[in-house]
């Protein structure tokens, strides 16, 4: 099993809402990271999470709250946002978070990503 | 900090011909790796190709290559007998090795969209 399983595939919520995005992967993977990807942007990184433990937070704005309960499995929790948080929001994994020369953990492998659109 | 620059916003290529994709970065490290995803309208990011820098030959995977020019910091595509299939957005990217703070940390470019006529 190489993929990574994100839920839902579409969201749409309004700036009251609490909702979560899901994100699971079962390739024994101990880093896990959000991404964002604006419309005809590149993805630029959220989070980092190795061994369960939140490593890097790219100062995003606390509206978005990340978690990760087990190793296989990474939620984003969402509250309050704006309209300009709709984006493609996209979860990835690799072996491990420290990459150094002949490990293999450069190769992230991401999944499909859930559309959200705050209105 | 590492910049990735993309200079072709578009391009388009015939089915069964040649195209290039060009990109060139900039860093201050010696020990990197630089990747080109690929992106189709299903918007999941796909690996395409990966090059260690530590490595002079160029890395290739089936009909898509590389031509790594660590001096000049450029990075281009080449993709032979292109197919429909890889009409896409391509994003060229860089990543720190040997730790510190890299974890991970992919820093793209702003993506060529590729479309291949038939």
């Known amino acids: 099993d190489t993929e990574v399983t994100q839920t839902p595939k579409h969201l749409v919520m309004g700036m009251t809402n609490k909702k979560s995005l899901k994100c699971e992967q079962h390739?024994?993977?101990?880093?896990m990271y959000w991404y964002k990807q604006k419309a005809k942007k590149p993805p630029e990184l959220m989070f980092v999470?190795?061994?369960?433990?939140?490593?890097i937070n790219e100062s995003v704005p606390s509206r978005f709250s990340p978690e990760c309960p087990n190793s296989s499995l990474l939620n984003l929790h969402l509250h309050a946002l704006q309209p300009e948080d709709s984006a493609l929001y996209l979860c990835?994994?690799?072996?491990?978070?420290?990459?150094?020369?002949?490990?293999?953990?450069?190769?992230?492998?991401f999944g499909s990503g859930t559309q959200l659109s705050v209105l | 900090a590492q910049t990735v620059t993309q200079s072709q916003p578009e391009m388009s290529v015939q089915e069964a011909e040649t195209v290039t994709l060009s990109c060139t970065y900039d860093?201050?490290?010696?020990?990197?790796?630089l990747f080109w995803y690929k992106q189709p309208p299903s918007r999941q990011m796909i690996l395409v190709i990966r090059?260690?820098?530590?490595?002079?030959q160029n890395a290739t995977e089936n009909r898509f290559s590389v031509n790594f020019q660590k001096a000049a910091k450029s990075f281009s595509l080449k993709i032979s007998d292109s197919q429909l299939g890889d009409t896409a957005m391509y994003f060229c990217?860089?990543?720190?090795?040997?730790?510190?703070?890299?974890?991970?940390?992919?820093?793209f470019g702003q993506g060529t969209i590729l479309t291949v006529h038939p």
């Open positions: 090059q260690e820098a530590y490595k002079q």
């Open positions: 860093t201050s490290e010696n020990n990197y790796y």
């Open positions: 390739m024994g993977h101990r880093a």
């Open positions: 990835a994994s690799s072996q491990e978070a420290l990459v150094a020369q002949g490990t293999a953990n450069e190769k992230l492998f």
């Open positions: 990217a860089f990543m720190r090795a040997y730790g510190g703070t890299s974890y991970g940390k992919l820093t």
């Open positions: 999470y190795s061994y369960e433990k939140l490593s």
